[in-house]
């Protein structure tokens, strides 16, 4: 059906999706500030600081003393900050226009989120490497541009790794494009920004190791040999580094406690061993199965994830944001169940979980007209926490945690069963009632607009 204006009806959809992505993405951006934000900015400025005072090699204590807070990000991913931050840096100091540092956080924001839609467009080009139809590869960039893990956990926060997701789809692209030598390099920067990056690469490396034979010698040095190339400079460059960095690290250790599994079970176990324990068999099994050459595309999408939704849930899942580099995967698992309906629904849940546990497990978010509320970020907590008891609090924080990680589980648990089945459907179908789609993918942003809402209001 067409309209007066010549406009298919249909045809307007996609674009009323894609305004709708495009929106949240620059409210989320530009509306809210995050204190991990300014730490960011603030290490990035305090580089700049040191090489302009010629003292490069105090920089960790130099950090320590103007912010209270050592940076234990690594040089590069500061290096970089700092990088994006000086033509800035130089416009504020050569003509004394003395911005606040609001400026540079929303200056740091356009990388973020310029790295988002690098991300996006590559992941549309991965997706349709794999054949998958256009309609298919609708669903997945706006799963993955409005999902709330992104929205909240790395947009809204400012957090470097939307460069770290944005360098591992690009290792997707590469792994799809047979140039598995640079996606071993792609992730091996990602690790410069998250090191977490190499959960997906070492069960990626030993399910290769059959197809690559003796590149595996030389994809081993792609994968480690950036991070390993950082740590020896910064010793060389920075001898306190390391030293400093360990007192912010120990200082998140004692804020975030023990692991969900003891706090919400109250039992006493050593997650961390239960995660060896699972990280040996998976790693084994990727091993047996890249050495006799046998890999399939399944293999390639769980074993990874399972690898690293177990260090989320048994090791250290007090931060969101660590999930976002398995969300491209995680999207192309959804895509090949057999109703896209079951997959938009489990994304729903996904990030109405994310949604409830972020307002009570983070104190930092407020809306970017009262800025200057992160300089005393310590003394301020969530709004829900002043609202209410702090003992509900912890309740409602573990339904938020336990949804989205249930949800996640349940995808890879039904990919899998399909997969064996022989159920899953073809990348170039769409098994579903077209306005039943799109009702889905409208409602799946609700979340993330109810809680911009409450930041809005409430904080």
Same mark, same amino acid.
């Given at each position: 059906?067409?309209?007066?204006?010549?406009?298919?009806?249909?045809?307007?959809?996609?674009?009323?999706?894609?305004?709708?992505?495009?929106?949240?993405?620059?409210?989320?951006?530009?509306?809210?500030?995050?204190?991990?934000?300014?730490?960011?900015?603030?290490?990035?400025?305090?580089?700049?600081?040191?090489?302009?005072?010629?003292?490069?090699?105090?920089?960790?204590?130099?950090?320590?003393?103007?912010?209270?807070?050592?940076?234990?990000?690594?040089?590069?991913?500061?290096?970089?900050?700092?990088?994006?931050?000086?033509?800035?840096?130089?416009?504020?100091?050569?003509?004394?226009?003395?911005?606040?540092?609001?400026?540079?956080?929303?200056?740091?924001?356009?990388?973020?989120?310029?790295?988002?839609?690098?991300?996006?467009?590559?992941?549309?080009?991965?997706?349709?490497?794999?054949?998958?139809?256009?309609?298919?590869?609708?669903?997945?960039?706006?799963?993955?541009?409005?999902?709330?893990?992104?929205?909240?956990?790395?947009?809204?926060?400012?957090?470097?790794?939307?460069?770290?997701?944005?360098?591992?789809?690009?290792?997707?692209?590469?792994?799809?494009?047979? *140039?598995?030598?640079?996606?071993?390099? =792609? $992730? !091996?920067? #990602?690790?410069?920004?998250?090191? &977490? @990056?190499?959960?997906? /690469?070492?069960?990626?490396?030993?399910?290769?190791?059959?197809?690559?034979?003796?590149?595996?010698?030389?994809?081993?040095?792609?994968?480690?040999?950036?991070?390993?190339?950082?740590?020896?400079?910064?010793?060389?460059?920075?001898?306190?580094?390391?030293?400093?960095?360990?007192?912010?690290?120990?200082?998140?250790?004692?804020?975030?406690?023990?692991?969900?599994?003891?706090?919400?079970?109250?039992? *006493?176990?050593?997650?961390?061993?239960? =995660? $060896? !324990?699972? #990280?040996?068999?998976?790693?084994? &099994? @990727?091993?047996?199965? /890249?050495?006799?050459?046998?890999?399939?595309?399944?293999?390639?999408?769980?074993?990874?994830?399972?690898?690293?939704?177990?260090?989320?849930?048994?090791?250290?899942?007090?931060?969101?944001?660590?999930?976002?580099?398995?969300?491209?995967?995680?999207?192309?698992?959804?895509?090949?169940?057999?109703?896209?309906?079951?997959?938009?629904?489990?994304?729903?849940?996904?990030?109405?979980?994310?949604?409830?546990?972020?307002?009570?497990?983070?104190?930092?978010?407020?809306? #970017?007209?009262?800025?200057?509320?992160?300089?005393?970020?310590?003394?301020?907590?969530?709004?829900?926490?002043?609202?209410?008891?702090?003992?509900?609090?912890?309740?409602?924080?573990?339904?938020?945690?336990?949804?989205?990680?249930?949800?996640?589980?349940?995808?890879?648990?039904?990919?899998?069963?399909?997969?064996?089945?022989?159920?899953?459907?073809?990348?170039?179908?769409?098994?579903?009632?077209?306005?039943?789609?799109?009702?889905?993918?409208?409602?799946?942003?609700?979340?993330?607009?109810?809680?911009?809402?409450?930041?809005?209001?409430?904080?």
């Amino acid at each position: 059906m067409i309209s007066r204006d010549g406009v298919s009806k249909r045809g307007l959809v996609p674009v009323i999706l894609f305004v709708i992505s495009v929106i949240l993405l620059l409210l989320y951006s530009f509306t809210i500030s995050h204190v991990d934000c300014n730490t960011i900015v603030t290490w990035g400025y305090d580089l700049l600081e040191s090489v302009r005072n010629g003292d490069l090699t105090n920089y960790p204590v130099y950090t320590y003393l103007t912010h209270g807070m050592p940076t234990n990000y690594s040089l590069f991913s500061n290096a970089v900050t700092a990088i994006w931050l000086l033509p800035i840096y130089v416009l504020d100091n050569l003509f004394g226009f003395g911005w606040d540092m609001v400026v540079y956080d929303v200056w740091y924001k356009v990388l973020i989120l310029a790295s988002v839609f690098i991300a996006v467009f590559v992941f549309d080009k991965a997706l349709s490497e794999l054949n998958y139809s256009k309609d298919n590869r609708r669903v997945a960039l706006f799963v993955f541009a409005t999902s709330a893990v992104l929205l909240l956990s790395v947009v809204g926060k400012g957090q470097i790794d939307a460069i770290s997701v944005m360098l591992v789809v690009i290792a997707i692209y590469m792994h799809i494009t047979d *140039r598995v030598s640079l996606a071993f390099l =792609f $992730i !091996g920067l #990602a690790c410069l920004f998250k090191p &977490f @990056a190499i959960l997906l /690469g070492v069960p990626y490396l030993l399910l290769m190791i059959g197809k690559c034979g003796k590149k595996t010698i030389l994809n081993t040095l792609y994968l480690i040999g950036p991070y390993v190339l950082n740590y020896i400079l910064t010793i060389i460059i920075m001898p306190k580094y390391r030293e400093m960095s360990d007192i912010t690290s120990e200082a998140f250790k004692e804020s975030y406690g023990s692991s969900r599994i003891e706090e919400i079970f109250n039992i *006493r176990i050593n997650s961390i061993l239960i =995660f $060896i !324990g699972i #990280a040996i068999v998976l790693c084994f &099994f @990727a091993l047996y199965i /890249g050495s006799r050459n046998k890999i399939k595309k399944a293999h390639l999408l769980t074993i990874p994830v399972l690898l690293y939704m177990s260090y989320i849930v048994f090791a250290n899942p007090s931060s969101v944001y660590w999930l976002m580099n398995i969300v491209p995967l995680i999207i192309i698992m959804g895509l090949n169940l057999r109703r896209t309906e079951d997959f938009l629904l489990l994304s729903i849940g996904i990030n109405l979980g994310v949604c409830i546990f972020i307002p009570v497990a983070e104190r930092a978010f407020i809306p #970017a007209k009262n800025y200057s509320l992160l300089h005393n970020i310590r003394e301020y907590t969530s709004p829900l926490e002043r609202l209410s008891n702090t003992e509900y609090m912890k309740y409602i924080e573990y339904t938020g945690v336990t949804l989205y990680i249930v949800c996640i589980i349940l995808i890879i648990a039904v990919y899998l069963y399909e997969h064996r089945s022989n159920k899953s459907r073809e990348a170039n179908t769409i098994t579903a009632n077209k306005a039943r789609i799109n009702t889905l993918m409208c409602l799946s942003v609700i979340p993330q607009i109810l809680y911009l809402a409450f930041v809005y209001i409430v904080c």
